[in-house]
C-alpha cells in the first residue's frame, strides 16, 4: 500500500479529532464536578449510583413511615388522653 500525502492528512485529523473529543469530554468532567455525565461513559458506575439513588429513596420512605406513625400515635394518646 502506497502512503500518501492525503493518507497521512486523514490519519492526522482523525487523530487530531479524537484529541479534542478527549478533552472535550475530561473538561465536561472537570466543570460539572462529576466522574462522568450519561451512563453509557461508565455503566457499572452507573449501576452503583442507582443502587445507591434506589437505597437512599427506601430510606427516605422508612423516615417518612417512621414519623407518620409518630404523628398518629401521638394523636391517639393525646385522644386517649
Not at 502506497?2 to 492528512?9: A, G, K
Not at 486523514?10 to 473529543?21: C, G, K, N, R, V
Request: net charge negative; no cysteine.
Amino acid at each position: 500500500m502506497r502512503v500518501t500525502q492525503s493518507l497521512n492528512q486523514a490519519q492526522f485529523l482523525a487523530a487530531l479529532t479524537q484529541i479534542e473529543s478527549n478533552l472535550s469530554q475530561t473538561q465536561n468532567q472537570i466543570s460539572s464536578n462529576l466522574a462522568f455525565t450519561t451512563p453509557s461513559q461508565n455503566p457499572v458506575a452507573a449501576g452503583s449510583v442507582n443502587n445507591y439513588d434506589q437505597a437512599l429513596a427506601q430510606s427516605q420512605q422508612y423516615d417518612a413511615n417512621a414519623n407518620s406513625a409518630q404523628t398518629r400515635l401521638s394523636t391517639e394518646d393525646s385522644a386517649l388522653s
